[in-house]
C-alpha cells in the first residue's frame, strides 16, 4: 500500500495543478507545482520490484514470473506435498476413460486473466499462469503482458512451456479459456498448442459432485467450502479488467501486484481440488468417499446420479439410498425417494419399491400424485385387486387432472360394475 506522506503528497500535487489551471484563467501568475516523489513501486515496469525477470525471444519481450508454494505447506484443509502422490490414472474414471495414465508431473495447471469476461477477438489474456506439481511444491510460472504488443512473446513462451506437459487442467477452460487463447494465437499468426494436449475441465466433475448442496460453484465458493480456505484483500475477479487498463494507463506496478497473486492462488485451488474430485469418482464405495471427506448426503447424491448416468445402477442405487440415511432437505429427499423406488422396479424388486412408493404417498411432496398412481398400477396388475387399485387412482386424481388416470378410473368402476358369476358348489 501507498504510505501516508504519498497520498499527501499526491492530494498536494493534484490541489496546485488545479490552482495553476484557474490562475491561468485570470492571468496570474501560477505557483510551481510540487514534483511527486516516485514510490518504489510506482515505477514503468513490474520487473523493478518484483522477484520475475523481463524474458525475450525472438518476438520481443515479456515479463515473468515463478512463484514456490513449498511442499510442507497446507492450502486450508488440502496438503500441498501429498499433490506429487496423486495416482497417475486418477482422471480416468471423471473423464469417461477419455484420459489415461499421465503421471502428476506432466499436468500442466492453467488459468488467465483477460481485458474482458465476455471473450471474443478483442479480448486479449494480458496474464497466463501455468501451475505444475514437482517435489519441492507447487510451482506457479505466470507470463505477463505489459503491453499490447508483447502478446507474440508471451504466447511464444507459453506454446515453449506447455511442450512439457501432456495434460491441461482448467477450471471453466474449455468454454472460456482455451477458445480465447486459440483465438489469441490465430490472430497473431500463431499455432494453438492445445491440439496435443488432453484436457480435463474440472468445473463440470464439481458441480456434478456439489452443485446439490452449494448454491455456486465457483472457484472461490469451493475454495471456501471444501478446502477451507479464505481469502484476505483478494481482488474480485469481475474488478481485473479495469485494474489492468488503469495499470497502462498510469504504470504504476503496484495495481498488478493484487492480479498476480489472486491468479497465483486460483491455481493452487485448482490443483488442490484436482486431489479431491477426481478421486471421488473413482472410487465410488462409501468408505473411500468417507475417507475423502465426501459424506454429505447432497455429494453422495450427485455421484450417484453420475453412476446412473453411466448406467452403473446397483452403485448408484447403493449410494442414493445411503444419501437418505445421511441426511437431504426436503426437495432432495422426496427426489432421491422417488428415484430409488424407479430404480427398484426397474431391476425387478417391486416389492422394494412398493414400500417407497408407499411412503411417498404418504406425505406432502412432489412426487404424491404419481406414487398413488404407481401403487394403482401394481394393485391393479400385480394383485388383481381392483377395489385398491380404485381408490389409489381417485386419491391421485385429488392432486393432479391427467386424462391417463382419469381413464383409469372409468376403466376400473366398469369392471366393478360388472356382476361376478357365483362359482357351482
Known sequence: MIDTEQQ?????????????????????????????AQ?????????????????????????????LFPAHKCHGSADIGALSELP?????ALSGGGIGT????????????????AGGSGTYAFLIGVGRITPEGFRVRQFFMREYAEERSILAALNEHLSGFDL?????????????????????????????????????????????????????QLEEQILG?????????????????????????QRVVPIFHHNAIDILTLACL???????????????????GVRR?????????????????????????????????????????????????????PHAALSVFTELAGCRNDFRASALEELAKYYEHAERNDLLALEFTRQALTYTASAELSHRRARLERRLAKPRSRQLL
Open 8 to 36: 499527501l503528497a499526491r492530494l498536494k500535487q493534484r490541489i496546485a495543478l488545479i490552482d495553476c489551471k484557474y490562475a491561468l484563467q485570470n492571468g496570474k501568475p501560477a505557483a510551481p507545482v510540487p514534483q511527486l
Open 39 to 67: 514510490h518504489k513501486w510506482a515505477c514503468s515496469f513490474v520487473e523493478e520490484w518484483s522477484e520475475g525477470q523481463v524474458t525475450a525471444n525472438e518476438y520481443g519481450e515479456h515479463f515473468q514470473m515463478e512463484r
Open 88 to 92: 497417475h490414472d486418477l482422471l480416468d
Open 102 to 117: 499421465v503421471p502428476p508431473e506432466r499436468w500442466a495447471f492453467l488459468d488467465t486473466e483477460t481485458t474482458g469476461l
Open 168 to 220: 491441461l487442467i482448467t477450471y471453466n477452460g474449455k468454454s472460456f479459456d482455451q477458445p480465447l487463447l486459440e483465438t489469441r494465437y490465430r490472430m497473431t499468426r500463431h499455432k494453438p498448442p492445445f491440439g496435443r494436449l488432453q484436457h480435463l475441465d474440472l468445473l463440470h466433475g464439481s458441480r456434478r459432485l456439489w452443485k446439490l448442496r452449494l448454491e455456486s460453484c465457483r472457484l472461490v
Open 229 to 253: 480456505f479464505y481469502r484476505e484483500g483478494d481482488l474480485p475477479g469481475e474488478l481485473i479488467p479495469y485494474v489492468y487498463f488503469e495499470y497502462l494507463r498510469s504504470r504504476e506496478a
Open 274 to 292: 484436482t486431489a479431491i474430485v477426481p478421486a471421488a469418482f473413482r472410487s465410488t464405495d462409501v468408505e473411500s468417499l468417507s475417507k475423502l
Open 297 to 349: 448426503g447432497e455429494d453422495l447424491a450427485g455421484i450417484a446420479r453420475w453412476l446412473l448416468a453411466a448406467a452403473e445402477h446397483e452403485q448408484g442405487l447403493a449410494l442414493l439410498k445411503r444419501a437418505v440415511d445421511a441426511g437431504l432437505p426436503d426437495g432432495l429427499l422426496f427426489r432421491a425417494l422417488w428415484d430409488i423406488a424407479l430404480l427398484e422396479k426397474k431391476l425387478g424388486r
